[in-house]
């Protein structure tokens, strides 16, 4: 499985969109790019994922860039509560849960 | 949907006892995943089951280790016997295989410290 690069740390403006960056320049054609977050003393939480097209949930939406060798996760409308470990992970969609989750970026939305 | 659910939350043993951890799947979800949680090491997979049967257990630490799907919604991990290293976090994950699309569901972790 392909490995992920991220930025250790971000902060954000409450309120304001934060862009989470994730590099995964070795993805392979059929891997999907997921996105989890961990909020401190929880479970991971699933987020979004995509394999070409960009994608919209109610939490997020991910960019994919043509190349697929880096993606972008944007909260629109950061809140506290999205303070979090979040999390870029790429595999086949048959076994995602395989691949290594990394160290994660600790975004940190500020009032 | 009660989610993925895991028990105890908290457990604290003497070096040397055996620890079971447990979990409860989804119901419809068929794929388990048992993760372990340091800070040294971050997220790790130790297994994960696909329809009661391991599939992959390369992530599993030593013998000391075992994990076990014995029916369809259940699986345990057992620790036996159990080190002060093997103080973690320990979360299992399920989805159904077959629509992954949706996503691993974790549980809120069972916190192990073994003293």
């Known amino acids: 499985d392909a490995k992920t690069t991220q930025p250790p740390s971000m902060d954000c403006a409450e309120g304001r969109a934060a862009n989470l960056p994730c590099n995964h320049s070795?993805?392979?054609?059929?891997?999907?790019v997921y996105w989890y977050r961990q909020i401190h003393s929880q479970g991971p939480q699933y987020i979004i994922h995509g394999l070409k097209n960009n994608e919209t949930n109610e939490m997020a939406s991910l960019i994919i860039t043509e190349d697929r060798k880096s993606s972008t996760l944007i909260l629109p409308h950061a809140t506290l509560r999205d303070t979090a470990v979040y999390y870029c992970i790429v595999g086949f969609n048959t076994n995602a849960g395989k691949s290594t989750f990394g160290d994660g970026t600790t975004l940190t939305v500020k009032p | 949907d009660a989610g993925v659910i895991q028990s105890p939350r908290h457990e604290v043993t003497e070096m040397g006892q055996e620890v079971t951890l447990r979990c409860k799947l989804i119901?419809?979800?068929?794929?388990l995943f048992w993760y372990r949680q340091t800070m040294m090491r971050g997220l790790e997979l130790l297994i994960y089951?696909?329809?009661?049967?391991?599939?992959?257990d390369s992530g599993m630490p030593e013998d000391r280790f075992s994990a076990k799907m014995p029916n369809a919604s259940f699986s345990t991990l057992k620790i036996q016997p159990s080190e002060p290293r093997d103080s973690a976090v320990y979360f299992c994950a399920s989805t159904n295989r077959d629509r992954v699309r949706n996503g691993y569901t974790f549980g809120s972790g069972t916190r192990l410290t073994v003293v």
């Open positions: 119901s419809g979800h068929n794929s």
């Open positions: 089951f696909n329809n009661n049967v391991p599939i992959d």
């Open positions: 070795t993805i392979s054609g059929n891997e999907y």
